[in-house]
């Protein structure tokens, strides 16, 4: 079959980005995943650049890297699930697009127990108790240990809260 040359040379610097990473050389796959790129824009060379602006904390970068992935390939529930990430992280936290694009990935691929339990941090973080409670519970269904202490942490959240809320309708 005949390959395209250039989609050769896109897939050498993607292979070589992948073990200069694995190698701990993060300027050198740089490199290679920009490379990539130039030579051939696809999903898959952007959600790597993604990748490696993460590891490089330039979030802002690695976030345009994934919208233009996802762009080309909306059904990544990796992509959804690292651009949720660089959300997170990003100077200024952006928690309202970290969960639209959790809930995404989650419609994506349901089984995933990560995907659950990120989002379960990311609910349980800005309030959203009892909801947060189900994925911590969907996670550790699935194999997430961790999402035990979680759980019994959340579940003495929901009582605290509960219990001011009935003193606040108390008072009224």
Known sequence: SFIDPTD???I???EDGTRKLEEGDLEGATKCYERSVQIRRTA??????GVIRYHAKDYGAAIQAWLESIEMEPRSADAHTNLA????MSPVPRRELALRHLRIAH???????EISYNLAAVLEAGGHLEEALEFYQQSKERGIERAAVNIRNLGGKIVAKRVKEQEQSDKE
Not at 85 to 88: E, P, Q, R, T
Not at 107 to 113: G, I, M, Q, R
């Open 12 to 14: 050498k610097a993607l």
């Open 107 to 113: 419609k994506l691929a349901p089984e995933d127990p």
């Open 8 to 10: 050769a040379e896109a």
């Open 85 to 88: 990430s660089a959300y997170i």
């Open 44 to 49: 898959h060379t952007l959600y790597n650049l």
